[in-house]
C-alpha cells in the first residue's frame, strides 16, 4: 500500500468495497491509487486527508477550464433554479447547439447527448440509416465506449470482445485495422466498399497514446470514404474544444461527415453532441431515425455548454495551454534524464503521452510510435508504477499516460508538477 493508505481515504475504501463493486463506478478507475478527492479548483485536487495534487487527468479530460470554474458553476446553479429537466424545449438548448455550429465552423446542426459512448451510437446508426449498409472500419487501440459494439481488446488484428458478457455478435460489422496506414483502410474498402457505412476515428489518437495523424491520413479517409460511397465520422470526444475551439478537424484542416464531442464540451457536466450538415441530421429531426433521451438537453447540461463554449471562445486558452504543456514535456525529459530513466514522451503539449522505453532501448534509445502496434512495444508496468508514485508525490494522472492540461495550469502548477515528478522519477 502506498502513502495514500490514510485514515479517512482506508475509511472510505472499506466503505466503499462494501456497496461499489471494486470500490468503483467506472472500471476505468480499478486501477487507480485508493484515492478519495473532498474538493477541486482549478488545476488542484484535494484528496480526504487534505494532501493537493496537480491534477493532469481532469476528470479524464473534461474539466479543460480547470475544476468548478467559477462561470460555469455560475451559470449552471443559476439555470438550476429555473427548473433542471423539463423533457421539452426550452431556450438554452438552442444557444448550446448555436454555439457549437459557430466553434466547430463545419456542421449546421447539433444534437445534444449525456456521454461520448451513447453519442457514437447515434453517429452509427445515423450512418447506417443513410448509407443502407452495416459495416463500421474502426481503428485498433481507439475507444469509442464501453458498449457491446463497439469495446474491443486493445491488440492488433480483428475485433476481440474485451469483458466477460460481451456480446460477441455485436462486434461482427466491425472491421478493425491498423492506424494511420491508408493502404490497409483502400484494402478494406476494396474488399468490402459496398458494405461499409462509416469509417470512425479519433482524429488524433488520445485515449491511447498521443499520436497525431501521419501528413494525408485523415484527407486520405476521407476521400476514400467518400469514394467508397460511406461517411467519415470524427470521433472528437477528447480532441473536440481541445486542440483547437475547433477541435482536430481545425488543427488538421479535414472535416468529416459527422463528428462526436464531449468531455471539454461542457466544462465538467456530462454532455455530449453529435454534429454534422442539415441533411444528415434532418433524418432525426423527421423521425425517420431514432435518437432520444430523457436528459439530453437538460437545463444544466445546455447551461454547462453555453457557459464553457462562450469562456473558450472569447478568451481561447489554447496558446497558452500549449505552451505550458511543452513546458511540462521539457521539464520532464530534464529530470528523466537527471535522473537517467528513459522517459518517453509524445504529443502536441495540450495533451500528451508519458511512458518509458523498453529496457533494450537503453535512455538514449529513440522509438517511433504512429499506432497501437508501437504503443505495445513501451513499458507501460513501469509506467503504472510511476504513476503511482507521482500520486504519492502529488501529481494525479492517468495510469495510461495520457497527461491533459488545462487552461487553469500556470507557472505555480507547473513548478509544483514538475518538482514533484522529479521526486517520483528518482524511484522509477
Ligand atoms: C475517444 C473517445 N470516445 C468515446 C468515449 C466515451 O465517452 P464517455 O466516457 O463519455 O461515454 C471516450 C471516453 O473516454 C473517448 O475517449
Given at each position: 500500500m502506498t502513502t495514500h493508505d490514510s485514515r479517512a481515504a482506508a475509511d472510505l475504501r472499506a466503505r466503499a468495497l462494501q456497496v461499489l463493486p471494486g470500490g468503483v463506478n467506472s472500471n476505468v478507475r480499478l486501477d487507480a491509487p485508493p484515492v478519495f478527492f473532498a474538493r477541486g479548483e482549478g488545476a488542484w485536487l484535494w484528496d480526504v486527508d487534505g494532501r493537493d495534487y496537480v491534477d493532469h487527468l481532469l476528470g479524464q479530460g473534461p474539466a479543460f477550464l480547470g475544476h468548478a470554474h467559477p462561470e460555469v458553476v455560475a451559470r449552471v446553479s443559476e439555470a438550476c433554479t429555473t427548473g433542471m429537466v423539463f423533457g421539452a424545449q426550452h431556450a438554452l438548448e438552442v444557444e448550446a447547439a448555436e454555439l457549437v455550429r459557430e466553434l466547430v465552423g463545419w456542421a449546421e446542426m447539433v444534437r445534444l447527448g449525456m456521454t461520448g459512448t451513447e453519442t457514437v451510437q447515434a453517429a452509427f446508426r445515423l450512418a447506417r440509416a443513410v448509407t443502407?449498409?452495416?459495416?463500421?472500419?474502426?481503428?485498433?487501440?481507439?475507444?469509442?465506449?464501453?458498449l457491446d459494439n463497439v469495446l474491443i481488446r486493445f491488440e492488433p488484428g480483428p475485433a476481440q470482445v474485451a469483458t466477460a458478457g460481451q456480446q460477441a455478435s455485436a462486434l461482427a460489422d466491425a472491421i478493425v485495422l491498423p492506424w494511420n496506414d491508408l493502404e490497409a483502410v483502400r484494402a478494406a474498402l476494396e474488399r468490402h466498399g459496398d458494405e461499409v457505412a462509416a469509417i470512425v476515428t479519433e482524429p488524433m489518437m488520445l485515449n491511447q497514446g498521443a499520436i497525431e495523424p501521419a501528413p494525408g491520413f485523415?484527407?486520405?479517409l476521407k476521400e476514400l470514404a467518400a469514394d467508397a460511397g460511406a461517411l467519415l465520422i470524427f470521433d472528437e470526444v477528447i480532441t473536440g474544444f481541445r486542440l483547437a475551439l475547433g477541435?482536430?478537424?481545425?488543427?488538421?484542416?479535414?472535416?468529416?461527415?459527422?463528428?462526436v464531442y464531449g468531455k471539454a464540451l461542457a466544462g465538467g457536466f456530462p454532455v455530449a453532441a453529435l454534429a454534422g450538415p442539415a441533411e444528415l441530421?434532418?433524418?432525426?429531426?423527421?423521425?425517420?431515425?431514432?435518437?432520444?433521451?430523457?436528459?439530453n438537453a437538460c437545463v444544466m447540461a445546455a447551461a454547462a455548454v453555453v457557459a464553457s463554449l462562450e469562456t473558450l471562445r472569447d478568451d481561447p486558452p489554447y496558446e497558452r495551454v500549449r505552451a505550458h504543456g511543452l513546458a511540462l514535456m521539457d521539464?520532464?525529459?530534464?529530470?528523466?534524464?537527471?535522473?537517467?530513466?528513459?522517459?518517453r514522451l509524445q504529443g502536441p503539449g495540450i495533451a500528451f503521452h508519458a511512458s518509458f522505453l523498453p529496457e533494450e532501448n537503453g535512455a538514449s534509445g529513440e522509438l517511433e510510435v504512429r499506432d497501437l502496434r508501437g504503443l505495445k512495444r513501451l513499458d507501460t508496468a513501469r509506467y503504472q508504477r510511476f504513476a503511482r508514485a507521482l500520486a504519492d508525490a502529488g501529481v494525479w494522472v492517468a495510469g495510461r499516460g495520457?497527461?491533459?492540461?488545462?487552461?487553469a495550469h500556470g507557472e505555480r502548477e507547473l513548478d509544483a508538477a514538475l518538482s514533484r515528478a522529479a521526486t517520483a522519477l528518482r524511484g522509477a
Open positions: 443502407g449498409r452495416q459495416k463500421i472500419i474502426r481503428f485498433e487501440g481507439q475507444y469509442h465506449g464501453w485523415l484527407a486520405g477541435g482536430a478537424a481545425e488543427r488538421y484542416g479535414v472535416t468529416p461527415d459527422l463528428a441530421m434532418e433524418r432525426f429531426g423527421t423521425a425517420e431515425v431514432n435518437h432520444s433521451g430523457t436528459f521539464g520532464l525529459r530534464s529530470a528523466a534524464e537527471e535522473a537517467g530513466v528513459p522517459l495520457v497527461w491533459y492540461v488545462s487552461a
